[in-house]
């Protein structure tokens, strides 16, 4: 991702739309599903899929 992303210094006063422009961030680097726990690491996984999802909880 090359783009430069501005947010806002979180503050008491704009917690709302910080975490609104976070979100949007999440989304955006196509990582949401990790965040939210929709994607959660497989009990049972093998090398390959723990990989898989190590790699992608690290970025």
Known sequence: MNS?????KLE???NSSSSIEM???VIH????HVVS???VKPAAAT????LEY???DEK
Do not use: E, F, P, R
């Open 4 to 8: 430069l992303m501005q947010i806002q």
């Open 23 to 25: 979100k949007s961030v």
């Open 47 to 50: 090398s390959q899929q723990a």
């Open 12 to 14: 008491d006063s704009n």
């Open 37 to 39: 726990g929709k994607t």
């Open 54 to 56: 190590d790699a992608t």
């Open 29 to 32: 680097c196509d990582l949401w």
